[in-house]
């Protein structure tokens, strides 16, 4: 059913350039099977709709947020796009073992700004403590947001060296750019809910950082079978972006008109 959805152009599935990094560079897997994920995965996903790096997608709209009022593009450039293309035609051809230095370069340029963004993250979170310290445990979540996003947003802005023109056509309006509000949002309602709700820090939380502002951008689901990630993005309130578990998409899916 979900074959014959996208085949039938109900459904589209843009490919995040971090999943393609996180199947690619993946070192235990063998040739045989590396080229078996990239066939299934392509086989579903759209390559020629492949979104940027979350640190350089958020960059860019803030840039382009300060500039025109408006979200840049989410999709990565021809040079990269062909690389990528080019890299992993070569990798099938190969059966697996050939495996280019445009594609490993271009790959490992997403691992470094991957881990660039993770850190602004960490930091952004080390510098709220002082105010999450003078706030009532009872504080819902859409108060707690209203506190810490602008600080958080603020941060990202001088990081992306646009926060002056940011703050002259406002930071409320680049709080409602899809992928800063995903990005600034997930990671407030993770901050809450380990602060307020018990939640335990999890080791794949830090990739939920880098998915869901790419999928905000992109994509009007985002497919998770992680019930503590699709309670983050909801309360999130992120316009045009619904998250699913995999059983639900999947049922979407199997209808006559597919979501």
Same mark, same amino acid.
């Given at each position: 059913?979900?074959?014959?959805?996208?085949?039938?152009?109900?459904?589209?599935?843009?490919?995040?350039?971090?999943?393609?990094?996180?199947?690619?560079?993946?070192?235990?897997?063998s040739?045989? =099977?590396?080229?078996a994920r990239?066939?299934?995965?392509?086989?579903?996903?759209?390559?020629r709709?492949?979104?940027?790096?979350?640190?350089?997608?958020?960059?860019?709209?803030?840039?382009?947020?300060?500039?025109?009022?408006?979200?840049d593009?989410?999709?990565?450039?021809?040079?990269?796009?062909?690389?990528?293309? !080019?890299? @992993?035609? =070569?990798?099938?051809?190969?059966?697996g *073992?050939?495996?280019?230095?445009?594609?490993?370069?271009?790959?490992?340029?997403?691992?470094?700004?991957?881990?660039?963004?993770?850190?602004?993250?960490?930091?952004?979170?080390?510098?709220?403590?002082?105010? @999450? *310290?003078?706030? /009532?445990?009872?504080?819902?979540?859409?108060?707690?947001f209203?506190?810490?996003?602008?600080?958080?947003?603020?941060?990202?802005?001088?990081r992306?060296?646009?926060?002056?023109?940011?703050?002259?056509?406002?930071?409320?309006?680049?709080?409602?750019?899809?992928?800063?509000?995903?990005?600034?949002?997930?990671?407030?309602?993770?901050?809450?809910? !380990?602060?307020?709700?018990?939640?335990?820090?999890?080791?794949?939380?830090?990739?939920?950082?880098?998915?869901?502002?790419?999928?905000?951008?992109?994509? *009007?689901?985002?497919?998770?079978?992680d /019930?503590?990630?699709?309670?983050?993005?909801?309360?999130?309130a992120?316009?045009?972006?619904?998250?699913?578990?995999?059983? =639900?998409?999947?049922?979407?899916c199997?209808?006559? *008109?597919?979501?």
């Amino acid at each position: 059913q979900l074959r014959k959805a996208v085949y039938g152009r109900g459904l589209s599935m843009p490919i995040g350039i971090h999943v393609l990094e996180q199947l690619l560079l993946d070192r235990r897997a063998s040739p045989q =099977e590396l080229v078996a994920r990239v066939k299934l995965t392509l086989s579903l996903a759209s390559i020629r709709r492949m979104v940027k790096p979350c640190d350089q997608l958020v960059a860019d709209d803030i840039r382009s947020y300060a500039a025109t009022g408006q979200p840049d593009r989410p999709l990565v450039n021809a040079q990269i796009q062909n690389a990528i293309t !080019q890299g @992993i035609a =070569e990798l099938i051809e190969s059966d697996g *073992e050939e495996f280019s230095e445009e594609i490993t370069e271009a790959l490992e340029e997403t691992r470094q700004c991957k881990e660039r963004f993770l850190q602004a993250m960490k930091v952004s979170r080390q510098q709220l403590a002082a105010l @999450i *310290e003078t706030l /009532p445990s009872s504080i819902g979540f859409e108060d707690f947001f209203e506190r810490s996003a602008v600080p958080t947003v603020e941060r990202l802005a001088r990081r992306a060296g646009a926060l002056e023109s940011c703050r002259e056509r406002g930071i409320a309006g680049l709080l409602e750019i899809k992928s800063v509000r995903a990005a600034v949002g997930l990671a407030q309602s993770f901050i809450y809910g !380990q602060t307020f709700e018990g939640w335990a820090p999890a080791s794949d939380d830090s990739i939920d950082f880098l998915h869901v502002p790419c999928a905000a951008a992109s994509a *009007e689901i985002f497919v998770t079978t992680d /019930p503590r990630l699709r309670e983050a993005v909801e309360r999130v309130a992120l316009d045009g972006l619904r998250a699913m578990s995999l059983a =639900e998409f999947l049922a979407a899916c199997g209808r006559a *008109e597919p979501a």
